[in-house]
């Protein structure tokens, strides 16, 4: 397996993982249900209700084909940050699942960092993490 050396990959290489896809939440929209991971600047949210868990792989400038830097310097092994929340289930039955979704996704990106940042009386979820990962033969090019 390559590692993801843009926040796309790392999106896509989640996106496509069925073991992870089993553990996640949903979204739900008018037009039905989907999985609860998106790809985003961090001013960005996801404008619907969210059940169990969610994933945000966090986008970097250097995703941005617009972004320049002063002559030609490329990003060396950038760190990508993604948020992994624990909402309410959708139904009292389902399961709580972010440890199982932290453990895959440490399986997928090896040397997973991991901080649990949920704060009393938060308004964001039941439980919050913020997740670290650089790929160390990841160089950008801008």
Same mark, same amino acid.
């Given at each position: 397996?390559?590692?993801? /050396?843009?926040?796309?990959?790392?999106?896509?290489? %989640?996106? +496509? !993982?069925?073991?992870? *896809?089993? =553990?996640?939440?949903?979204? #739900?929209?008018?037009?039905?249900?989907?999985?609860?991971?998106?790809?985003?600047?961090?001013?960005?949210?996801?404008?619907?209700?969210? /059940?169990?868990?969610?994933?945000?792989?966090?986008? %970097?400038? +250097? !995703?941005?084909?617009? *972004?320049? =830097?002063?002559?030609?310097? #490329?990003?060396?092994?950038?760190?990508?940050?993604?948020?992994?929340?624990?909402?309410?289930?959708?139904?009292?039955?389902?399961?709580?699942?972010?440890?199982?979704?932290?453990?895959?996704?440490?399986?997928?990106?090896?040397?997973?960092?991991?901080?649990?940042?949920?704060?009393?009386?938060?308004?964001?979820?039941?439980?919050?993490?913020?997740?670290?990962?650089?790929?160390?033969?990841?160089?950008?090019?801008?």
């Amino acid at each position: 397996m390559t590692l993801p /050396a843009t926040s796309l990959e790392l999106y896509d290489l %989640l996106a +496509a !993982d069925a073991t992870l *896809a089993d =553990l996640l939440g949903f979204y #739900a929209f008018p037009d039905g249900p989907i999985p609860a991971l998106a790809h985003l600047w961090k001013n960005e949210t996801v404008r619907a209700d969210v /059940a169990g868990v969610e994933i945000v792989v966090w986008r %970097l400038s +250097a !995703d941005n084909p617009d *972004a320049t =830097l002063d002559h030609g310097v #490329a990003l060396i092994n950038p760190t990508f940050t993604l948020s992994a929340v624990q909402w309410q289930p959708a139904a009292p039955t389902d399961p709580y699942n972010l440890e199982a979704a932290i453990r895959r996704l440490q399986q997928l990106l090896p040397r997973l960092r991991v901080s649990d940042t949920t704060v009393p009386d938060l308004t964001v979820g039941l439980q919050q993490m913020t997740l670290s990962w650089s790929n160390p033969a990841a160089v950008v090019s801008l």
